[in-house]
Antibody, heavy 121, light 110 residues
């Protein structure tokens, strides 16, 4: 059974940093692209970032480019999101999502339950 | 542009068919066959319903189908059931190597 478990979400002040983690199991982690998607309270879904199966290709939404960094450790079946210079508008539930395929164009076929990031003074 | 345009709400009676549209540009929907659709029930993680415009993942009901014409993609739900009441989102790959989500559509079963 595919499982994705996010962690690291907490309350942080504007300008602060956080590192989110996603522990994956139930599939060959190194075979698939991985994404981060977020959802602000009561709002729609927003794609944040993607990383290819080998980490060689990444892409970011304009809203987080230059502030967030996605990475993965295939030896530990883990996905990460380093979030710097956080803003109030980054407040959201952050989902880790598994790509159906290995490429960055891949849709998301499994999702975690999310970890809540709150940016407030 | 940062999001694809969807109707805020669509409704139908049980057994009817409904169609949700998702409008983008030639730089996203019109340029690629990488359109997906997701269903999200309140308080739950989204579920993939359609990928690559018209492909259904294993386990998704045949009542769900997808299509595309020009810069607009569509999701059709046939034989509407109470369990289909949820929010639906489209996504598309873009020429900037990013992904856009649609604005979301709330489906109500009357």
């Amino acid at each position: 059974e595919v499982q994705l478990v996010e962690s690291g979400g907490v309350g942080v002040q504007p300008g602060g940093s956080l590192r989110l983690s996603c522990a994956a199991s139930g599939f060959i982690f190194a075979d698939n692209a991985m994404h981060w998607v977020r959802q602000a309270p009561g709002k729609g879904l927003e794609w944040v970032s993607v990383i290819s199966w080998d980490g060689g290709r990444t892409s970011y939404a304009d809203s987080v480019k230059g502030r967030f960094t996605i990475s993965r450790d295939n030896s530990k079946n883990s996905l990460f999101l380093q979030m710097n210079s956080l803003r109030a508008e980054d407040t959201a539930l952050y989902y880790c999502a598994k790509g159906l395929f290995s490429t960055v164009t891949s849709p998301f076929d499994y999702w975690g339950q999310g970890t809540l990031v709150t940016v407030s003074s | 542009q940062s999001a694809l345009t969807q109707p805020a709400s669509v409704s139908g009676s049980p057994g009817q068919s409904i169609t949700i549209s998702c409008t983008g540009t030639s730089s996203d929907i019109g340029g690629y066959n990488y359109v997906s659709w997701y269903q999200q029930h309140p308080g739950k993680a989204p579920k993939l319903m359609i990928y690559d415009v018209s492909n259904r993942p294993s386990g998704v009901s045949l009542r769900f189908s997808g299509s595309k014409s020009g810069n607009t993609a569509s999701l059709t739900i046939s034989g509407l059931q109470a369990e289909d009441e949820a929010d639906y989102y489209c996504t598309s790959y873009t020429s900037s190597n990013t992904l856009f989500f649609g604005t979301g559509t709330k489906v109500t079963v009357l």
